[in-house]
């Protein structure tokens, strides 16, 4: 863990203003420096990093961007991709390419307020199985171990089912199925770090539990956090749009991918587009999310496997 | 020694699947407002039915007493859906074969094409041939296989005519659904055996085999390849669970008779005592197939223990 000598370094020179505690930090600031310059040239990563940066802005352009209302009804409906629709209508009028421009707005939010509430539920637990261990480590490992039992999309369907359909109950299911990766994770490395000799000194420096948790714990579970947040993202809008798509995620007439993918599956024979647009518009989505997760993972440390 | 790891292994299950069963079996009070006039939905039940089913599911007895029941009624056939008025177990057992079925297929699918493209990357490291390999299985985990499977229907069935699209029945009817179920765990398998090949292809044993004077492809194939596979076997065994989780969407789209689409018809209908039972069971056979597989990896590979 270079990472973790380091933080020890800072915090042994904060405090003896040791010379060669300030180099290895110094060392370690151009080893972030390089770990950027290897992401940027992750050719992969950049691609992901440019489409979701794109979806991001047509997300919050996407009211003055779209030709049509995009629940507005209208008399053309089933009408193929044409000039008026770039992607045609579907049964009751609407413009798809609209609907499908809002959806990235559903879309984008569902991946990162699932993982936002993940990581930081996930982080919390880790944190204080790890630092705490005994009982306290045993029960809520125990807990990881039961959500892990349901396996994930049934999970998300379970607790959407008891906590009533809709998008933002949808997106706490989600959260809660990718909460036992964060809280291994972080647990694991909680009780590295709790062996490192530097936490020996900072504590006989006097350090107390809280600050050598914010000041040597956490800094050190940024990067892993950092990478499975990323890949998570991707795999957080694939679920979201499985429970719209099943029906117990957002809910019609709403512009999600999902639904309108469970809609047009009754025109698939007469009319095509109306689930093309809305499913290619999920893969380029995730496989961009992915492709960063994935070159995060290895510009920042090659060594997780996750 | 081994019948002690094996020992530990299985009662390390058993606090789990309690505190499995025990969210399981009150988890109707979880819901927001009343459980029953939950279930009851829209159907307009009079206070009295509504009295009366909540007497049935036992609600008004205190919680502990209702966990108790919860598992006698599971054991004894007793739990039955308030729809069908089946019992629960016997409804899943039946369906069971069917999802096995089909994720045991799927897997084989997985397994063929996911090795041919791992070996296919590695002994082509970083050729094109590794690019498009590793490009498929990108694509593979980022596009939503109920998407996957729409398009599936689309061409094959719909478009082609050669495949039936939906239903149970002669394996012509397990092609779409299996292929679909496997897409992810491709390029799983491709990327593990990819990564671990590499590695292999670096020991001396495969400098001895080719100084030997064995072909090339029975270097690869064999040699590198066997041990290689053993990561891959507890990716399998753990990815159990993903096989399942995506029989739920698949065998939805599909219109498949299988647990996935009890749970899932069970969750739209409010169903609980199916998606009780059915959440409990999953998660047993889950957490026994992780055992068997956390075993076996022991019994090959001896170093092994967790």
């Known amino acids: 863990m270079a990472s973790a000598t380091v933080n020890a370094g800072e915090a042994i020179a904060g405090k003896t203003g040791d010379k060669r505690v300030d180099a290895l930090a110094r060392t370690e600031g151009r080893r972030d420096r390089r770990a950027l310059r290897r992401l940027a040239q992750h050719k992969s990563a950049a691609i992901g990093f440019g489409i979701i940066v794109v979806l991001i802005v047509l997300a919050l352009a996407a009211s003055f961007i779209v030709p049509y209302d995009p629940i507005g009804l209208s008399r053309n409906v089933l009408q193929p991709p044409s000039r008026d629709h770039v992607m045609g209508t579907d049964n009751l009028g609407r413009d798809i390419f609209s609907r499908v421009l809002y959806g990235t707005r559903i879309s984008l939010q569902m991946g990162f307020i699932a993982i936002a509430i993940a990581a930081t539920v996930g982080t919390t637990m880790g944190v204080v199985a790890g630092a705490y261990g005994g009982l306290v480590d045993n029960v809520l490992m125990r807990f990881i171990d039961a959500l892990m039992a349901v396996p994930g999309i049934l999970l998300a369907l379970t607790v959407a089912a008891v906590l009533g359909a809709g998008l933002y109950t949808a997106m706490v299911a989600v959260g809660i199925a990718w909460i036992p990766s964060f809280a291994r994770i972080v647990r694991s490395l909680v009780l590295q770090v709790k062996e490192m000799p530097y936490i020996e000194a900072a504590r006989s420096l006097g350090s107390n539990d809280s600050r050598l948790i914010w000041r040597h714990v956490l800094p050190n579970a940024l990067t892993p956090v950092l990478v499975l947040s990323s890949l998570g993202v991707g795999s957080a809008i694939l679920i979201g749009a499985a429970l719209s798509f099943l029906g117990v995620g957002a809910q019609p007439p709403t512009a999600e991918w999902g639904i309108m993918l469970s809609e047009g599956r009754q025109f698939m024979r007469s009319a095509w587009w109306v689930m093309a647009f809305p499913g290619l518009a999920i893969t380029v989505t995730v496989l961009a999310a992915n492709l960063v997760g994935d070159g995060l993972r290895d510009a920042l440390d090659p060594r997780i496997k996750l | ?306």
Do not use: C
Request: hydrophobic share 55%.
């Open chain 2, 1 to 306: 020694m081994a019948t002690r790891y094996i020992a530990g292994r299985v009662l390390a299950v058993v606090p789990v699947l309690f505190i499995v069963s025990v969210v399981v079996s009150l988890m109707v009070h979880l819901t927001p407002g009343d459980p029953v006039k939950v279930m009851m939905g829209q159907s307009g039940a009079s206070a009295e039915e509504i009295e009366q089913i909540r007497a049935q599911l036992g609600l008004d007895q205190p919680l502990p007493v209702q966990y108790v029941r919860f598992l006698k009624d599971l054991a004894t056939g007793d739990l039955r859906s308030i729809r069908t008025h089946q019992p629960v177990v016997q409804q899943y057992l039946e369906l069971f074969p069917n999802t096995l079925q089909l994720a045991v297929v799927s897997l084989l699918v997985a397994i063929v094409i996911g090795m041919l493209l791992g070996v296919v990357a590695a002994t082509h490291q970083n050729s094109w041939l590794d690019s498009f390999s590793m490009a498929v299985g990108f694509l593979g985990v980022s596009i939503p296989n109920f998407w996957l499977a729409l398009v599936l229907i689309y061409v094959f069935a719909v478009s082609l005519n050669w495949l039936p699209a939906t239903g149970a029945g002669g394996p012509k009817l397990l092609i779409l659904p299996a292929t679909v179920l496997a897409m992810e765990q491709v390029a799983l398998i491709a990327r593990l055996i990819r990564a671990n090949m590499v590695e292999v292809l670096q020991e001396d044993y495969i400098k001895t085999a080719r100084s030997k004077g064995l072909r090339e492809r029975s270097v690869q194939w064999g040699h590198a390849l066997r041990n290689a596979m053993l990561p891959t076997i507890t990716l399998m065994g753990l990815n159990f669970g993903y096989l399942l989780s995506g029989a739920i969407i698949v065998e939805t789209v599909f219109a498949r008779p299988g647990i996935g689409r009890l749970i899932v018809d069970a969750i739209l209908n409010k169903d609980f005592p199916v998606v009780q039972g059915a959440v409990l069971l999953t998660a047993t056979v889950y957490l026994f197939v992780n055992l068997l597989t956390d075993i076996s990896y022991s019994l090959i590979d001896p170093r092994i223990r967790y």
